[in-house]
């Protein structure tokens, strides 16, 4: 089974799917393998997404995140870890150490599940909004975004999705517009949140897409529903005593004159008297 961080790193490629920037995931920076979960280059061309996710409105050309699920703590380690990436990460793409890369090309992201309790004995977390703080780490200020906190938003779907939250990880399904064929990807996620008993959640993105229709199908007029059918589908769910309530006798004896011939009407009136 896939785990959290490559679902995480999966997800936010589909995101930014068709936009100027790349995203790469489990990005090797050193010679002892050190992997960072995921980084999102800004490219020369391309488009900026329409609806920027809390937290993420101050992406620079290179960004570095590191992301726990509802499983793990983010640390104080894990902020080591990061800056450590950053140096790593600037001195492997930088022309040489004389001639770094400027720092303020650069941002870091410590995304999380959960709330990170114990980072608050090491330094301030500064409250930027709903589940988005920034932290003074070293040289470097690395922005906290909490997706446990995070609002139910449209524009957060793909926050919302990891949040370990149950009412908003189905919203985040209803509301996330995939980029790309991922539906695998997607029943991985939902056979992950059952297994580990954080949401009751059916097995298959067929069966989480049916059933919110059939939460949600109610706030949708009749017109418009009946609109994905034709009236063969609809009628054959009516018998015929309900198919007719509402007809009248005059307008029965129209629609009988359109549809049959004269033989086939006599018969049919003669069927009906006899009823």
């Known amino acids: 089974m896939i785990q959290w961080h490559r679902l995480f790193g999966i997800t936010l490629t589909d ?23 995921v980084l999102v280059i800004e490219k020369h061309e391309g488009k900026v997404p329409e609806q920027i996710p809390d937290g993420l409105e101050n992406m620079g050309k290179h960004n570095l995140m590191t992301y726990k699920s509802h499983q793990q703590a983010l640390d104080a380690w894990t902020l080591d870890e990061l800056t450590g990436h950053y140096v790593n990460y600037r001195k492997l793409i930088s022309p040489s150490h004389d001639r770094l890369v400027l720092p303020e090309d650069f941002r870091l992201y410590g995304v999380s599940a959960r709330y990170p309790e114990n980072l608050k004995k090491h330094a301030d977390l500064i409250f930027l909004g709903e589940g988005v703080y920034e932290i003074k780490w070293g040289s470097r200020t690395v922005r906290i975004i909490v997706l446990s906190r995070i609002p139910k938003k449209k524009k957060n779907a793909v926050w919302n999705l990891f949040s370990a939250v149950p009412e908003t990880v189905k919203f985040g399904f209803s509301e996330y517009q995939w980029r790309t064929e991922v539906s695998s990807v997607m029943n991985e996620m939902l056979l992950k949140y059952k297994a580990e008993g954080v949401i009751a959640m059916p097995y298959t993105v067929k069966d989480f897409q049916r059933e919110y229709v059939l939460e949600h199908i109610h706030k949708i007029p009749a017109d418009e529903v009946l609109k994905n059918f034709s009236a063969d589908e609809v009628l054959k769910n009516f018998s015929a005593d309900d198919r007719l309530k509402g007809i009248n006798s005059n307008e029965l004896s129209e629609l009988i004159k359109k549809r049959f011939s004269k033989k086939e009407q006599k018969e049919i009136l003669e069927m009906l008297q006899g009823l």
């Open 15 to 37: 995101f930014f799917t068709g936009t100027a920037y790349n995203v790469e995931l489990e990005k090797d920076l050193s010679i002892k393998q050190q992997l960072l979960d």
